[in-house]
């Protein structure tokens, strides 16, 4: 699985699927949470009405899904 330091290594590409599946995320306050988990979480729970072990688990989910499209596109090159 993808680990945040490495989700987080380009910010744009990144963070415009993250706009898409979390859309009440903000362009200026990325600078200050996207770089460290924690506070990525605490913020997302707090922009979405979740709770932070709710936030916790879509970050899970989206790691995994980061994961499989990355490994796809991969295997695409590969070919």
């Known amino acids: ?22 859309p009440n995320l903000r362009d200026q306050d990325m600078d200050s949470v996207w770089n460290n988990r924690e506070r990525f979480e605490a ?20 790691l995994f899904t980061e994961r499989l499209n990355h490994e796809l596109a991969h295997a695409a090159l590969a070919k």
């Open 1 to 22: 699985m993808l680990n945040w330091a490495e989700l987080t290594k380009e910010l744009g590409a990144t963070y415009a699927r993250a706009k898409r599946r979390f």
């Open 43 to 62: 913020y997302l729970a707090e922009r979405h009405h979740l709770t932070v072990n709710e936030a916790h688990e879509e970050v899970e989910d989206f």
